[in-house]
């Protein structure tokens, strides 16, 4: 089964600030790679996805994340954060054959101060 | 389309009470899955359906119960509530089994047992 790996649980940092949040995960086939975004006292929302090509991503609100096969990694990036970009970010993966299921990372929690 | 819905948004329950926390969705989607949120430990799935009439355990199902008599409804049982139940909960659907697809989630149920 696969497995993902978010380190830096707490993040804090001040606007216009660039952030990178780690992920890594453990599994052998091909996956599709999914960062989520949730704002406080909200659902989680899709950020951005990874299935196939361009290895850099463009998700919504500026972000962006990069696949590394190599390295087994799909690390989030935002060059200038806002005080609006206050929320827990999850890293999931999924695997293209076997169990349909998502496993999540434990979340990074990210405070910006304005 | 209201998406995906859960109810109650808050719940406190007394050890040894029972509860459902319900799911509906309008989405028409197939999949759908019951997850809880611990603070920095992630999501962890519970339990999840492929379809009305058909139900698998996730990860961490002991203590829930699930049924799926339509499509639109994905109930999660708690018969005996105890402190490790402790969580929020998040009811998730999926249009089909393909991992390229989104998941869409409820803005979660925030359940504590005392």
């Known amino acids: 089964a696969q497995s993902v790996s978010q380190h830096n649980h707490h993040v804090i940092l001040s606007e216009a600030a660039s952030l990178e949040l780690g992920c890594n995960y453990s599994y052998g086939g091909t996956v599709n790679l999914f960062w989520y975004v949730q704002y406080p006292g909200q659902h989680l929302q899709l950020l951005l996805k990874?299935?196939?090509?361009?290895?850099l991503v463009k998700g919504i609100k500026g972000f962006e994340a990069e696949f590394i096969k190599s390295k087994f990694s799909f690390n989030l990036r935002k060059p200038s954060v806002q005080w609006s970009d206050t929320a827990e970010y999850f890293c999931?993966?999924?695997?293209?054959?076997?169990?349909?299921?998502?496993?999540f990372g434990k979340g990074n929690q990210v405070v910006v101060i304005p | 389309n209201a998406g995906v819905t859960q109810t109650p948004k808050f719940r406190i329950l007394k050890i040894g009470q029972s509860m459902t926390l319900q799911c509906t969705q309008d989405?028409?989607?197939?999949?759908m899955y019951w997850y809880r949120q611990d603070p920095g430990m992630g999501l962890k799935l519970i339990y999840y359906?492929?379809?009305?009439?058909?139900?698998d355990k996730g990860e961490v199902p002991n203590g829930y119960n699930v049924s799926r008599s339509t499509t639109e409804d994905f109930p999660l049982r708690l018969e005996l509530a105890a402190p490790s139940q402790t969580s929020v909960y998040f009811c998730?659907?999926?249009?089909?089994?393909?991992?390229?697809?989104?998941?869409?989630f409820g803005q979660g149920t925030r359940l504590t047992v005392v």
């Open positions: 998730a659907t999926k249009e089909d089994g393909s991992p390229n697809t989104e998941a869409f």
């Open positions: 989405m028409n989607h197939n999949y």
């Open positions: 999931a993966v999924n695997a293209q054959r076997g169990n349909n299921r998502l496993a």
């Open positions: 359906s492929v379809g009305a009439g058909i139900t």
């Open positions: 990874y299935f196939s090509g361009d290895p």
